[in-house]
């Protein structure tokens, strides 16, 4: 009889199961991504702002000694007021360029319909006070008929008007969440900080510090190139004649933040804005100022 302690047998796997169970965790990863998008693209963004927004919240905290909450809501409310007037701002700027479309489709159809006749006589009776008011109705039937009649323009005003709504409820979802992320962020760390063994929570404090560090030079450093862009992009757009040259170049800048890529994303989208909106001549004037 020995006496050695009776070891514990251990489970060997054939090749054949572990590259079926490599397979399977292969096909879960992008099958958890599709099945659970939107909650991992609300945590996603809820996670970028909490990472933009602690910044503020740590220079109130820090240099204006405010409580860690009185920070937290104060940099919330200024962020809900700007996200609204922003999203007033985009609905308003939408339905502004609708109505200068259909007017300008209106003003093509007028000039390129032709004139009515001097005078429009039944017999006796005079009728050229109707040559205007038929015109009118002829170009109105024409813009209702390109874009699928009234019942097309209904259905159209519908899905806009539903698609506001579930964008409003997101954000709104998005918004609340945030609230108490931003509150619950001190209580989270301690908690985490816990589940680190006492010997070694020094060395993982280090790691997540340099790693924030790193996170946090990342964003400045790609922030500035997001500005540089977003001001070449404005001046460009400014000369060549494309319309709202602020808000496109903003547009133009953002790729910057994706790394390597983003700026042949920039180049490309600059080429094409300019392709399809900008004007045949240069605007001397611009330069002149910029000079």
């Given at each position: 009889m020995s006496d050695e302690p009776n070891t514990p047998s251990t489970l060997i796997w054939p090749n054949w199961q572990k590259q079926l169970a490599g397979l399977v965790l292969v096909l879960l990863v992008p099958a958890i991504f599709v099945f659970f998008r939107p909650v991992i693209t609300t945590m996603l963004i809820i996670g970028l702002l909490a990472f933009i927004l602690r910044y503020p919240i740590n220079f109130l905290h820090r240099r204006f000694k405010l409580s860690y909450n009185i920070a937290a809501l104060l940099v919330f409310f200024l962020f809900l007021l700007l996200s609204i007037w922003a999203f007033i701002a985009l609905t308003g700027a939408v339905i502004s360029a609708a109505i200068t479309l259909l007017q300008q489709l209106q003003t093509f159809l007028n000039a390129h319909m032709p004139a009515p006749p001097e005078s429009l006589n039944l017999g006796p009776i005079d009728l050229s006070f109707l040559s205007g008011p038929l015109q009118r109705m002829a170009s109105n039937f024409v813009i209702s008929q390109v874009f699928g009649g009234p019942a097309g323009i209904v259905n159209g005003m519908g899905?806009?008007?539903?698609?506001?709504?579930?964008?409003?409820?997101?954000?709104a979802i998005i918004v609340t969440i945030l609230l108490f992320f931003l509150l619950e962020i001190p209580t989270t760390i301690g908690g985490i900080g816990?589940?680190?063994?006492?010997?070694?929570?020094?060395?993982?404090a280090i790691l997540i510090q340099r790693s924030d560090k790193l996170l946090t030079n990342y964003f400045f450093g790609s922030l500035l190139v997001v500005g540089f862009y977003w001001l070449l992009a404005t001046i460009l757009f400014a000369v060549t004649g494309v319309s709202d040259a602020l808000v496109k170049g903003f547009i133009v800048g953002l790729p910057n933040f994706i790394p390597q890529v983003g700026g042949y994303i920039s180049t490309i989208m600059v080429f094409f804005i300019t392709l399809i909106s900008g004007s045949d001549k240069v605007s001397m004037s611009i330069l002149v100022l910029l000079l």
């Open positions: 899905h806009l008007l539903t698609n506001a709504a579930d964008l409003m409820g997101q954000f816990k589940l680190f063994p006492e010997n070694s929570r020094r060395e993982y």
